[in-house]
Nanobody
């Protein structure tokens, strides 16, 4: 069974930086596609950044140039480095993993709040 455990998040001022991490278990991590999503109150959950196995990162237009997604296939972790943050980045952030075979899984979510 795939399990994802998120860490990081919190409160940051506009222009600041935060790093989110997500540790995966129960999966052949290096063959999986990973992504970060976020959901603001009253809005749908949207993809922020994605990185397929052996692929290149894909970013939402709203975060391109400010966020960086990365993965460590040895430690089975994924990260999202967020810089130059804006109040509109405030949301619950979720890590997501889609195995090469099997059911995708979500992290538990972590709150990110950017104050103006």
């Amino acid at each position: 069974q795939v399990q994802l455990v998120e860490s990081g998040g919190g409160l940051v001022q506009a222009g600041g930086s935060l790093r989110l991490s997500c540790a995966a278990s129960g999966i052949t991590f290096n063959l999986a596609s990973v992504a970060w999503y976020r959901q603001a109150p009253g809005k749908q959950r949207d993809m922020v950044a994605a990185l397929a196995s052996g692929g290149v990162p894909d970013y939402a237009d709203s975060v391109a140039g400010r966020f960086i997604i990365s993965r460590d296939n040895v430690k089975n972790t994924m990260s999202l480095e967020m810089t130059n943050m804006k109040p509109e980045d405030t949301a619950v952030y979720y890590c997501y993993i889609r195995p090469w075979a099997g059911v995708p899984a979500w992290g538990q979510g972590t709150q990110v709040t950017v104050s103006s």
